[in-house]
């Protein structure tokens, strides 16, 4: 089993920046990935960023390429997720999820999940 834990969500301004992190615990995901979803109310959990556990590939969501970093430290078993120049439509519940192998872009391939954190960015 993996247990995991977000942190860093909270209410900023269009254009700020905010941090995430998931930290994991339990088995390890050397052959995984790790990956960051979304859920805005009343829409479907969408994806956003995954990473492999042992490489540098990473994959991202066409709308937030080239804002968002999705990177891992793996001495501290904790993914993160630098989102910069925030928008409205950002806003949203921010869920973690572990993969026990590979990297997808697809929820139904992740076998773990945290709580969520709510990130919300005002106009």
């Known amino acids: 089993q993996v247990q995991l834990v977000e942190s860093g969500g909270g209410l900023v301004q269009a254009g700020d920046s905010l941090r995430l992190s998931c930290a994991a615990s339990?088995?390890?995901?050397?052959?995984?990935?790790m990956a960051w979803f979304r859920q805005a109310p009343g829409k479907e959990r969408e994806f956003v960023a995954s990473?492999?556990?042992?490489?540098?590939?990473?994959y991202y969501a066409d709308s937030v390429k080239g804002r968002f970093t999705i990177s891992r430290d793996n001495v501290k078993n904790t993914v993160y997720l630098q989102m910069n120049s925030l928008k409205p439509e950002d806003t949203a519940v921010y869920y973690c999820?572990?993969?026990?192998?590979?990297?997808?872009?697809?929820?139904?391939?992740?076998?773990?999940w945290g709580q969520g954190t709510q990130v919300t960015v005002s106009s």
């Open positions: 999820a572990a993969a026990n192998w590979g990297i997808s872009r697809y929820r139904e391939r992740y076998d773990y």
């Open positions: 339990g088995r390890t995901l050397r052959n995984g990935a």
């Open positions: 990473i492999k556990w042992s490489e540098r590939t990473t």
